[in-house]
């Protein structure tokens, strides 16, 4: 412990700081290098991460009565050794240890297979415990371990172990860490907090995570965990987001009339949520800080209206404006629907891909230089190098989770710090909101334009799929288009399931000559991607056979029919984006799942889909059935990997935690406050990688 001289308004503050458990765990005993190795593939690698490493179970080790024991419960039974054990070898390093335990007035067979070390500790007519799995009908127990007859730790934690170190291994170095580092764990939780959710004390909690005396201790202590990772992960995502509010940005002074003039001529009034969601982003332009916000809506929401208006605001106030996209045909969709939308108002756009032609960038980048060009769409070739701009001063990023970190803070490397808008049409529950984005603003628009009319889903069983064949014929014959996904490319033999390539060679015969089908899949170079997505805009061919590379694409008005196969293999919220490929006009259109679930969560999964087009509904519900990281993905929704804490069963107290983060982090001067030394001191010590993503 020791004094630290910080300066805070002009003015030197002392602090005391306290050191957190930093030593490497290679001080522990016994720790050598290869064992350091070993535990570093378990995320541990010093004395904190070690102490923090919870067990995911317990075992009951307290002796029961045979009376109160259940068929197959693991349980220690407690008496005197019968007769002497016998051994018995078969196979190669195979063997069968068998005594006869004399527990009161029965006698209790007892086998422990592959174990026979054991024999040496049991001897006739002396008391012996031990942990097995219990057969009611026989009788009978199957050991697991002999335990000492003197243990006093009723509850054995059972922790998370791989090829490199045994649980036995982890349990002891455990036990050598606490007895030597336990006067030095230091609460971190302010002591105002843990006392309003009566929560444990750090020493205890942690020391009642590893040698719990009995269930409700063990269940106090990991309430009290779980609250402490939520909390501190929030108070990472708190001060990020309060750091990104202090970089000096740029206060984008647009011109409200002519904004008001584009909003009027639009040939649709806004939903209210449009309109509210276009105030908010407006209010952050006009802040001279740099804004970072979410805007997340629907399939067909309207989300690139609101962007076109807010990016015209940037351009009213002397700015340049970026839009990107995650594909060229996106971009080049988007490109076109803006000039349109600004045919007649002072905005220079112009497209600019991998695509883009030597001679047509040479033309390009100096009039971006030069500020001739007020508005740029593009993919990643954005913010390649020798791309500069006069005035950057608000960047659109479409369908955000596709583009890593790393090349969104290129793109805002461009210009002065410009505002960064990222767009979602993946709805987000409350959730994944809260973890995954909380150092950015969120704008929702939860309403669809008027006149849109909801997609009709059905569920049918493969052998119902020559009659959805039929529907789609009638569906073509009308002059309508169709979308046909498979989660296959070539015919697998460790699944059985539909493949693209099978399903389009048989649709090109049958629909022949009549009928044209293609083909798309994510073997295929991005340029013959996007040929294909324009041929198919173009009406070149009617039917397109794909697998969910065309979960995020082009609106195409004439698809009126979304087939999938096997539609029990994709997550709730895949089915849904594909879904949102059709229904992109006023025309009624149509979703037709193909599945025979083969569980429960399968048949849940197309009756959700069946009965709500609610993207918010179906994300929560695919939450719940799935997980929080395969929903989006670990990569693309930033989801932290939480030891003990469940974000979807502990929604209430992550949304506490998230409260008192920002209730704490407020208050310029909370790292100085005597009861958060704790923490300020412990956030100092954490690098944001132990808790940021991507």
């Known amino acids: 412990m020791w004094l630290h001289r910080i300066n805070l308004n002009g003015k030197d503050v002392r602090r005391c700081v306290v050191m957190p458990l930093t030593d490497s765990v290679s001080t522990l005993p016994g720790v050598g290098p290869k064992r350091v190795e070993a535990l570093a593939s378990l995320g541990i690698t010093d004395i904190e991460s070690l102490l923090t490493y919870f067990p995911f179970r317990y075992e009951d ?10 068929d197959q419960e693991q349980v220690t039974l407690k008496g005197i050794v019968a007769a002497p054990p016998t051994l018995s070898r078969f196979g190669r390093k195979k063997s069968r240890l068998n005594f006869r335990l004399l527990i009161d007035q ?3 067979p ?5 174990q026979p070390w054991l024999k040496n500790q049991i001897e006739v007519e002396a008391p012996i415990m031990v ?12 050991g697991m371990k002999i335990l000492s007859s003197g243990r006093d730790d009723p509850m054995a934690s059972v922790y998370p172990a791989n090829a490199g170190i045994r649980q036995k291994t982890i349990q002891q170095l455990v036990v050598a860490a606490w007895e030597q580092y336990h006067d030095d764990i230091v609460n971190v939780v302010p002591a105002s907090i843990q006392q309003h959710y009566r929560l444990l004390d750090r020493a205890k909690m942690v020391h009642d995570m590893h040698f719990p005396k009995t269930t409700p201790d063990a269940q106090a202590a990991r309430r009290s965990a779980k609250f402490e990772e939520f909390f501190l992960f929030q108070m990472q995502l708190q001060l990020l987001k309060r750091h990104d509010q202090t970089q000096v940005g740029q206060a984008l002074p647009y011109d409200n009339a002519a904004l008001q003039a584009l909003i009027a001529s639009l040939p649709y009034e806004l939903t209210n949520a449009q309109k509210r969601v276009v105030n908010e982003i407006c209010a952050d332009l006009k802040r001279p800080i740099h804004m970072n916000r979410l805007l997340q809506g629907d399939v067909g929401s309207g989300k690139t209206v609101v ?12 700015y340049q404006a970026a839009l990107m996209a995650p594909t060229e045909i996106l971009a080049e969709q988007h490109a076109n629907n803006l000039q349109q939308l600004f045919a007649d108002l002072p905005v220079n756009i112009v497209l600019l891909t991998g695509s883009t032609k030597p001679a047509a960038r040479k033309e390009i980048l100096p009039r971006l230089a030069s500020g001739e060009v007020n508005l740029i769409v593009g993919t990643h070739a954005l913010f390649q190098e020798g791309v500069d701009y006069h005035r950057l001063g608000l960047v659109v990023v479409d369908e955000q989770h596709r583009f890593g970190v790393a090349q969104r803070q290129a793109l805002r490397q461009k210009g002065a710090n410009p505002d960064v808008l990222a767009m979602t049409a993946t709805p987000i529950p409350r959730t994944l909101a809260i973890t995954s984005y909380g150092e950015m603003d969120i704008s929702i628009i939860d309403e669809l334009p008027a006149g849109r009319k909801p997609i009709t889903t059905r569920w049918i069983k493969n052998a119902q799929i020559d009659a959805a064949i039929q529907f789609v014929m009638r569906e073509l014959a009308a002059g309508h288009q169709a979308y046909v996904v498979t989660p296959l490319i070539e015919e697998s033999e ?9 399903i389009y060679e048989r649709f090109s015969q049958y629909f022949a000559p009549q009928y044209q089908v293609g083909l798309l899949h994510g073997r295929m170079k991005n340029d013959e991607k996007d040929a294909i997505m324009s041929d198919f805009k173009a009406k070149k061919f009617q039917v397109m056979v794909a697998t969910t590379v065309i979960e995020v694409g082009v609106d195409v008005k ?22 949102g490929r059709v229904g992109r006009s006023d025309q009624q259109s149509y979703c037709i799942l193909v599945a025979d679930p083969k569980n429960k969560t399968g048949v849940a999964r197309m009756k959700v889909m069946t009965e709500t087009n609610d993207g918010f509904v179906i ?21 932290p990997d939480f030891k003990v804490g469940d974000p979807v069963a502990d929604i209430t107290m992550l949304s506490v935690a998230q409260q008192e983060a920002k209730r704490i982090t407020d208050a310029a001067d909370w790292s100085i406050q005597p009861e958060n030394l704790g923490l300020a001191n412990y956030m100092e010590h954490q690098e944001a990688s132990t808790y940021m993503y991507d």
């Open 619 to 639: 994300s929560q519900k695919d939450l719940e059935l799935r997980g929080s990281g395969d929903v989006l993905g670990k990569k693309q929704s930033g989801m």
């Open 494 to 502: 460790a699944v059985d399931m539909k493949n693209a390539q099978a």
């Open 558 to 579: 004439d698809a009126t029919v979304m087939l999938i196969y096997d539609a029990d293999h994709f997550g709730l919220a895949q089915l849904h984006q594909l879904r």
């Open 110 to 114: 007892v086998t422990f297979f592959n």
């Open 61 to 70: 080790l307290r002796a029961k009565a045979l009376t109160e024991i259940a």
């Open 106 to 108: 029965d006698v209790v």
């Open 307 to 318: 962007s076109a208006i807010v990016m015209y605001a940037a351009i009213t106030a002397g």
């Open 131 to 142: 942990y097995g799995r219990f057969d009611a009908a026989k009788k009978q127990l199957n």
